[in-house]
């Protein structure tokens, strides 16, 4: 019974690429959160989604962060022209619903490191 | 602002020390309430929830929470703790927002090291 998949673990780009992270959710949950988690800050909300929604982008900055949760295939998080406030670790949660009273289920999350 | 408060960042304990993991947040209304560990170099796993009931409630690995509506608290305790308890905890807030989604919102985190 696969948990929440992330890749890759670490990524490793150059200031002004462009970088991807992949999520898949556990069997059966179909609503799927990304966090940004910085030394010392915890973890940042950034964007909710479902199939094919965006449910709530409100902790998504507003330029080079998109988010997407086709109808198949995992979560993407893309973050183009990457500089290197953009360097910390990213992790993905998952939940068979969006109601209150479900728990969500992390990732190992991707550890992005911009040089 | 609103928000999820944990006090200490770093606690280091002796092996069969107690423990208590303060957490405060300041949302009104109904909130559910968790604790998560994120052991080293591995994800985050969740310890205990509180949705409603008793307000005590009980987790893996020995782990207890108390929800205090009128402190507006839910700490963490364990009466011993092992030197596997090494590991980073985080408290989070679960509540509806006016959008009627759910959010979560995550404290900062405590780094408990435990001396064997």
């Known amino acids: 019974n696969a948990g929440v998949m992330q890749n890759p673990r670490h990524l490793v780009r150059r200031r002004g690429q462009e970088a991807r992270l992949r999520c898949s959710p556990m069997k059966g949950h179909s609503h799927v959160y990304w966090y940004r988690q910085l030394p010392e800050e915890g973890l940042k909300f950034m964007v909710y989604?479902?199939?094919?929604?965006?449910?709530?982008e409100s902790g998504m900055p507003k330029e080079r962060f998109s988010a997407e949760f086709p109808k198949e295939g995992p979560s993407i998080l893309r973050i183009q022209q990457v500089v290197r406030g953009d360097s910390a670790a990213y992790f993905c949660?998952?939940?068979?619903?969006?109601?209150?009273?479900?728990?969500?289920?992390f990732g190992p999350g991707t550890r992005l490191t911009v040089t | 602002a609103q928000s999820v408060s944990q006090h200490n960042h770093h606690v280091i304990l002796s092996e069969a020390a107690s423990l208590e993991l303060g957490c405060n947040y300041s949302?009104?209304?109904?909130?559910?309430l968790f604790w998560y560990v994120q052991y080293p170099g591995q994800h985050l796993q969740l310890l205990l929830k509180y949705f409603s009931g008793d307000p005590l409630v009980k987790g893996i690995k020995g782990f207890e929470a108390e929800f205090i509506k009128s402190k507006f608290s839910f700490n963490l305790r364990k009466p011993s703790v092992q030197w596997s308890d090494t590991a980073e905890y985080f408290c989070?807030?679960?509540?509806?927002?006016?959008?009627?989604?759910?959010?979560?919102?995550f404290g900062t985190g405590t780094r408990l090291k435990v001396l064997a």
């Open positions: 949660a998952s939940s068979p619903a969006g109601t209150s009273n479900y728990e969500q289920y």
């Open positions: 989070a807030v679960n509540r509806r927002q006016a959008s009627g989604t759910y959010k979560y919102i």
């Open positions: 989604l479902q199939k094919e929604n965006i449910i709530d």
């Open positions: 949302y009104g209304g109904t909130v559910n």
